[in-house]
């Protein structure tokens, strides 16, 4: 892949006491899709207030050969984890695991060329086989994990993942002593029927839900919650 796009910048500073100047905090927002990815990072935004959140995408300069590349590996995993992410254009595509880990390692380096010492994954994937000294690497499923298990150590812990591929990954991830886990696909890329019957599926069931993918928003968490009429976590808020 080639060097990721300039992202868009915050204000360049701020004032601290006597009006001395305060430099802004950079963080690169990676998706593993391409970007942007507002209906991610706008939340993002109002909680990392006074920070500088600049987007940058996996795919961004990606040609369709690139996709279809990607798309045929996802097909054949031969055991790896498989994720899913959207396009511009709407369209969304899997991919495995270790294409992202390469990708993202170079995406790493190249921020890191640039003067980012920070970057968050926008995606529910663990991806510390990508690290690069010298630039953080956040991971939204480290908060929201920590989180979770705060809120409901016991219960019914109801999870919503984008693909059913997912589904034996994300029961080892969120499998916990004397807590009962059920798991449903519902895609936050497809047709909001799914992503509703997912929910109907668990209504009456858990004592919270996770909705267990950057791509799901603040509007469909209010959908879900609706729907089963419990506590509904969503990563990235």
């Known amino acids: 892949q ?21 430099k802004t905090m950079r963080i690169a927002a990676i998706t593993i899709g391409q970007s942007p990815r507002t209906e991610i ?14 987007e940058y995408g996996l795919l961004d300069d990606a040609t369709e050969a690139d996709l279809a590349r990607l798309g045929e590996a996802a097909l054949n995993p031969d055991g790896d984890n498989v994720y899913v992410t959207r396009l511009r254009d709407g369209r969304s595509i899997k991919m495995v695991k270790r294409d ?36 953080r690497l956040l991971h939204p499923m480290e908060l929201v994990r920590g989180v979770v298990d705060a809120f409901l150590p016991v219960g019914r812990l109801g999870v919503i ?8 990954l994300k029961k080892r991830e969120w499998e916990k002593e ?32 996770v909705l ?19 506590p509904v976590f969503l990563p990235g808020t």
Do not use: H, W
């Open 178 to 209: 004397r807590r009962e886990l059920l798991i449903t696909t519902g895609s936050p890329y497809g047709d909001p029927v799914f992503l509703d019957r997912a929910a109907e599926s668990l209504r009456g069931r858990t004592d919270a839900v």
């Open 100 to 135: 992202i880990v390469a990708m993202l390692q170079q995406t790493l380096c190249t921020l890191k060329g640039s003067g980012f010492s920070s970057a968050l994954i926008l995606c529910q994937g663990e991806y510390y086989a990508a690290a690069v000294p010298g630039i």
């Open 212 to 230: 267990d993918c950057l791509g799901f928003t603040v509007a469909m968490r209010r959908r879900v919650a609706n729907i089963v009429a419990c």
């Open 2 to 22: 080639s060097t990721p796009p300039r992202g868009k910048s915050g204000s360049n500073g701020r004032y601290g006491v006597a009006g001395t100047r305060m």
């Open 41 to 54: 990072t706008a939340p993002m935004r109002e909680i990392l207030r006074g920070a500088s959140l600049e």
């Open 161 to 168: 993942v984008p693909i059913r591929a997912q589904e034996a």
